[in-house]
């Protein structure tokens, strides 16, 4: 017969499902086993004398499991140690990116890291309601509303973004909230006298204090006038007056002509000049004259010179030219 033991001092409720342990109990080896079904109060567990490592809990209090790790109580699933890299990864694995170094970082946060990498905010869009491509002198002024987009929007750090004028200089509208659009009154217009982009940049920081960006160009354009006109040369007004004109950031294209009279193609002296009028059809060269040189003011009263060319011959058919 085994000799009698005295019974353990705690009380027990259920063997399964729950322990209430004694609190005058000392933890020790003789008790592992019931401080292993155990749960116990923050405040009880620190104060108890005779841990030895392995031994766990479950804390009412923070509703957590903890171990004790011959040094501390640690979170159980929480990492139980720390993990520091002697060299830099050496390449991408899941959300770790090559070259990543690791101090004492929780096995947590490696493994979030691994498979649960942060996901960076971008903008996916970025407007002005209503304005579009325009002619070179166009003047933009009063309310305006910039509009867009962001992805991840949950890791944009809280009215961290902004609008910058990138072409005139200046800051638009700063600490801006991630609404997706902001109304602004231009008191000084913005315009561009030469064919080019007038930019604005937005602005955020995410919540790795990294900031990201996206542009808006709103590009200024010459027109470019095409037709058909039986005068052997043309004036400021015989170009505007031609069939079409349009806006354009190159003069390259297949232009469909008309039949009859000469054929022209202006356009202004700052595209560059033509290498070559071709047949679209039989691929040979169409004659051409050299061009002629005219002034030009356009409707919103700015001028450049422009480059007249005309057919040598009048061609009585409809014709398709590559201009090169």
């Known amino acids: 017969m085994p000799p009698n033991r005295t019974p353990p001092p705690y009380k027990e409720a259920s063997r399964v499902r729950d322990w209430t342990p004694d609190t005058s109990a000392r933890l020790n080896t003789n008790y592992l086993g019931e401080f292993a079904n155990s749960t116990l109060a923050t405040a009880e567990a620190t104060a108890r004398g005779g841990v030895q490592a392995g031994m766990w809990y479950y804390d009412t209090t923070a509703t957590t499991t903890y171990f004790w790790n011959d040094t501390a109580w640690t979170e159980m699933g929480g990492g139980g140690g720390s993990y520091t890299t002697t060299e830099p990864t050496t390449e991408t694995v899941g959300g770790v990116a090559v070259g990543t170094e690791y101090a004492a970082a929780t096995m ?8 649960h990498p942060y996901q960076l905010p971008a903008f996916s869009s970025f407007a002005m309601t209503g304005v579009t491509d325009v002619e070179v002198g166009t003047s933009f002024s009063g309310s305006k509303t910039f509009t ?19 072409t005139g200089g200046g800051t638009v509208e700063s600490a801006m909230a991630n609404s997706g659009s902001k109304a602004h009154t231009f008191s000084v217009p913005f315009t561009r006298t030469t064919a080019g982009a007038y930019r604005f940049t937005i602005s ?7 900031s990201f960006t996206r542009n808006l160009d709103i590009n200024f354009y010459w027109k470019v006038y095409y037709g058909e006109s039986a005068s052997t040369s043309l ?3 015989g170009i505007e007056g031609l069939r079409v004109g349009g806006l354009q950031a ?8 008309s039949a009859a009279n000469y054929k022209y193609l202006c356009f202004p002296t700052a595209l560059g000049v033509v290498t070559s009028f071709k047949d679209q059809s039989t691929g040979l060269d169409v004659p051409f004259e050299a061009p002629a040189t005219v002034s030009v003011t356009n409707a919103q009263s700015v001028t450049t010179n422009y480059y007249v060319y005309r057919s040598t011959n009048i061609l009585g058919a409809a014709i398709n030219i590559i201009v090169a």
Not at 148 to 166: E, F, H, K, R
């Open 108 to 115: 947590q946060e490696v493994f979030d890291d691994l498979f």
């Open 250 to 257: 190159a003069f390259a294209a297949t232009y469909a002509f």
């Open 204 to 210: 955020g920081t995410n919540t790795q204090s990294a």
């Open 148 to 166: 867009w987009g962001t992805t991840n929007s949950g890791n944009v750090t809280a009215n961290s973004l902004g609008i910058t004028d990138v």
């Open 235 to 237: 004036d400021e007004a």
